[in-house]
């Protein structure tokens, strides 16, 4: 039973045995800047004595005493006569519109978006409820300095571009092209755009930015891909007459910044590196700005650019993100299912805003959220529509936008026709698309829907859909996959993974960029003899041709074969929160990896001294016994440190 399962809520009256266990907590203990072990059983119970939940809720919702409760209009729903239920005695919340209800802890998690690890820490923080902190490893301590770093020297580095922005003579043309962009200084403000002025145009030429730094903050600045190291060991700036957006995480801390180009020279849009605090595939543009905004409407508009989401908020279309110029991605759906029932994907009318329509569409059948697509008109982009036609013009389209699954048919369709061999192919492209399907319930509905439409019966569909053990890659661009892509041709000599090693595999096929340092720590040792060996081989020679590899370019990449099968089915599966994968942040499971294979590393040095202690007692060298005894003793003693972080078990 999980925690929120643990209350009861009976005729207004909740349980007083709402507990959380400690497996759940240990669960949760890797969240954030933070971790805690050796969690009291208690420790949610202790908080909620300690916070005043009339407060906390009192900060967001207008409540007025009546008896013993307190009322107002619930901000999980639009209404206009109050029936939100504040119980002070109980501790709880209930609304009778919408149903809404629960403790402390779920009001933070469920207005602020926030996961239960967040809210029980920013609570305990709040009302002086002490939480134990775990011992960290130097290397923990270290990864945590640097992260803390990387943040400050983003916020410093957003603050030095915005007043250079507002106020400095060089950023003068940045000034004139946000006018007639026609975005206004409160919008400006409110996403807090600032400019990099170009080398030709500032006496600190290429070091702009570097040259308002201490050492400390440079090398913090170099790790956040905010400076670049030059070949005689300086540095130089990597944002150049560029205006900045600066990309801030569901916490308001900038992870990263996105740049357009002002003058000549490519790339026309770029984004900060991949780092140990930010990750293009797990950030939306705006999210922490409208955030708010979604969750009322509880819909998302998805637009490509970033002057395409921030024209659409000043023509007052607010409820509106971007995902950083790269294909919509499961991690960015994660993050919007807290806030939206609903996305509606608004893209150029062309083909390649079909193609990403398309491509998503298996992403919102996996995690059962409703998305719907609303075309342009050919040669438009949001910017343009929304300034030539209006904002009603704009809501006319999204009101009438398709829903994804019908989107697609009408595409594949308009595509191969309804002939013998257009059904034929018709089919074989809806695989994906039902295969996603996370019920009996959908993929029924899916093969009788499709069905009709095509004019075959929904049993002739369903029987043409792969058995359940097979998989169907998701849509990738690159060359077709074989019909034998569902079947293993995993060579017979190599050792399957464990399920530790399936856990490391997985987080290096989600999140390419961590194989580096993965294997820095000793992830080759650990996978040799399996597939996962021969995977980390190859994608180690990706990353050496290319600044960034996404998992489905990986998948695209790859020849046919086990590895290609192996990466198939771990992007299909990792949207399933059955499959028991942790759906924290990459920062957090990545800690746990590197200290699972710092203790995996410490294990073989155990059992290789061990060894070499029973050799040594043979030759009768007491000196050279008691060097390996000491060392002995120190490894075990590190291994008794790193105990608590059990996260893989012993595979």
């Known amino acids: 039973m999980d925690w929120k399962s643990r209350y009861l809520l ?8 709402y507990s959380v266990s400690r497996e759940e907590l240990h669960h949760y203990s890797q969240e954030g800047d933070m971790g805690y072990s050796d969690f009291n059983d208690d420790l949610p119970a202790r908080i909620k004595e300690q916070a005043d939940i ?36 109980q501790q709880f919340f209930y609304c009778f519109g919408c149903g809404a209800s629960g ?63 507002i106020n400095e003579a060089q950023a003068k043309v940045a000034r004139e092209y946000l006018k007639q962009r026609q975005i206004p200084t409160q919008v400006q403000e409110k996403f807090g755009l600032g400019y990099a002025p ?35 060991g300086g540095t130089y700036d990597r944002f150049r007459d560029r205006v900045l957006f600066p990309i801030y995480d569901r916490r308001g801390r900038v992870v990263g910044f996105g740049g357009r180009i002002i003058g000549e020279g490519q790339p026309k849009y770029m984004n900060s590196p991949e780092s140990m605090v930010f990750s293009k595939s797990a950030s939306l543009l705006g999210l922490f700005q409208q955030g708010d905004e979604i969750r009322r409407r509880k819909q998302a508009i998805l637009v490509e650019g970033n002057f395409d989401l921030v024209s659409l908020v000043v023509h007052g279309c ?50 059962q959220i409703a998305g719907k697509v609303a075309l342009l008109p050919s040669g438009h982009d949001p910017d343009t529509f929304v300034q030539e036609q209006g904002l009603d013009a704009l809501n006319v389209l999204l009101e009438n936008a398709l829903p994804l699954p019908e989107f697609a048919l009408q595409q594949l369709v308009e595509k191969h026709g309804l002939t013998l061999d257009g059904k034929n192919r018709i089919v074989t492209e809806l695989q994906p698309l039902i295969k996603s399907a996370k019920s009996s319930l959908q993929r029924t509905l899916m093969l009788s829907h ?20 097979e998989s169907i890659p998701l849509p990738v661009e690159g060359p077709p996959l074989e019909a034998e892509y569902g079947h293993s041709s995993q060579p017979e000599e190599l050792r399957p993974l464990s399920g530790s090693q399936k856990r490391l595999v997985t987080h290096m096929v989600l999140y390419p960029s961590s194989a580096l340092q993965l294997e820095k720590y000793g992830l080759r040792e650990c996978l040799s003899g399996t597939i996962g060996e021969v995977l980390l081989l190859q994608l180690l020679a ?73 050799n040594c007692a043979l030759r009768n060298d007491p000196e050279e016994l008691q060097q390996l005894v000491n060392r002995k003793m120190s490894v075990d003693r590190r291994l008794q440190e790193l105990r608590q972080a059990n996260v893989l078990g012993s595979g």
């Open 450 to 469: 499709f069905s009709e439409s095509i004019g075959i019966t929904a049993e002739e569909l369903g029987a043409s859909m792969p058995k359940a053990e």
């Open 542 to 614: 990706l990353l050496k041709q290319y600044d960034g590899v996404e998992p489905e370019e990986l998948l695209a990449k790859l020849p046919k074969g086990g590895e290609r099968v192996l990466v198939s089915d771990i992007l299909l599966r990792s949207s399933s929160p059955d499959e028991g994968e942790s759906c924290r942040g990459t920062e957090e499971e990545l800690d746990e990896l590197l200290c699972w294979l710092e203790r995996e590393q410490l294990r073989r040095q155990s059992s290789e001294l061990v060894e070499l202690i029973s």
């Open 318 to 367: 607010t409820n509106v993100v971007a995902p950083l110029g790269t294909a919509l991605t499961i991690q960015q759906l994660k993050l919007l299912k807290g806030f939206a029932e609903e996305c509606v994907l608004l893209f150029d009318g062309d083909a390649a805003g079909m193609k990403a329509a398309m491509r998503s569409v298996p992403l919102f059948l996996s995690e």
């Open 10 to 17: 009976d005729s207004g009256i909740l349980s007083d045995d």
């Open 54 to 89: 009339v407060q906390v809720i009192g900060e967001c919702v207008e409540l007025k005493q009546a008896g013993v409760r307190f009322l107002g209009c619930c901000p999980f729903h639009n209404e206009k006569t109050p029936s939100f239920s504040v119980h002070p005695g």
């Open 103 to 165: 403790d402390v802890f779920e009001f933070q998690m469920k207005y602020h978006n926030l996961d239960f690890p967040t809210a029980l820490k920013e609570l305990a923080r709040r009302f002086n409820v002490q939480i134990p902190e775990k011992p960290q490893s130097p290397q923990e301590r270290e990864r945590s300095r640097k992260r803390k770093a990387m943040y400050a020297v983003n916020e410093k580095a957003a603050a030095i571009f915005r007043n250079n922005l």
């Open 198 to 232: 170009s080398p030709d145009t500032t006496p600190a030429g290429w070091n702009f930015l570097g040259s308002q730094l201490n050492d400390a903050e440079r090398l913090a600045a170099i790790e956040a891909g905010l400076l670049v190291k030059n070949e005689k």
